[in-house]
């Protein structure tokens, strides 16, 4: 596929970048609302996941949203907690009947030593990752571990490169890239793998409609984008209307572990 120069060039960052600290929590509250679109398009996680939890009883979901991994812990019949700083997205996972809170992986609210493991799926990039650390240590009993994953749209797919362009998703980390973590934690396994949701054509401008940059603009920038996104799949790609479409996603998953004090 013939793609403008624009759109060639894939990201080569680690993780989305903030001005600041200000910057970036103006850029995580934009999830304040719009948690029913979110839990209708966003895609679940491959069962490899979950698997990183095998062994440990009770898993705080911390950065819960509305439970696209939360669900797959308790079908596996882990004791599930949640916790999001969103109020829409505690909305959802209550309705759900998950333990539900609003926090945040600096502050959980949780006593000492709470829980076996702790969960954060596309989650960690909103944090500080050196406070976070610490209160995980403080939460997290010991010979526990936490887990940090990441759904990115595979965009070594031209087609999906472009997409992610139109609809400005910040959030796509570089292949192979390693997170940010701090002591006592180390990362001591890794699970890169992929693998395919399916939704229907007109399900993508949702899709765009749950990302942070468009819940936090105004009305001409989301006409803009709107245009921009109905000329990409209808005009240039010549999709057709209810037409399911497979987009292809890359999933990067770090099993963090405490390095052993001596």
């Not at 996941?49 to 308790?74: H, P």
Request: net charge negative.
């Amino acid at each position: 596929m013939d793609l403008s120069p624009a759109f060639r060039r894939a990201s080569a960052k680690d993780a989305p970048e903030f001005a600041d600290a200000a910057h970036r929590y103006r850029s995580a509250s934009a999830f304040r609302t719009g948690a029913d679109v979110y839990d209708a398009v966003r895609p679940g996680y491959p069962p490899e996941v979950v698997s990183l939890v095998d062994g440990f009883d009770r898993v705080l979901d911390i950065g819960a949203g509305t439970g696209k991994l939360t669900t797959l812990l308790l079908d596996a019949a882990h004791d599930v907690l949640a916790a999001d700083p969103s109020p829409d997205m505690v909305r959802i996972l209550s309705s759900r009947s998950i333990p539900a809170w609003r926090a945040t992986a600096e502050a959980t609210s949780l006593v000492d030593a709470a829980v076996d493991a702790v969960t954060c799926a596309q989650t960690w990039h909103w944090v500080d990752a050196a406070a976070a650390c610490t209160e995980l240590d403080r939460v997290v009993r010991p010979g526990g571990r936490v887990v940090l994953v990441w759904n990115n749209l595979d965009v070594s797919h031209p087609w999906i490169l472009r997409l992610a362009r139109i609809m400005h998703s910040g959030d796509i980390h570089r292949p192979g890239f390693v997170p940010a973590v701090h002591a006592p934690w180390t990362i001591t396994s890794e699970l890169r793998t992929g693998w395919t949701q399916h939704l229907r054509v007109e399900q993508l401008h949702d899709l765009m409609a749950s990302r942070s940059y468009w819940l936090r603009s105004d009305d001409t920038i989301r006409a803009r984008m709107t245009e921009n996104l109905r000329w990409y799949l209808f005009d240039r790609l010549e999709y057709q209307p209810g037409q399911l479409l497979p987009i292809p996603y890359r999933t990067d998953a770090f099993v963090l572990e405490r390095t052993q004090r001596t």
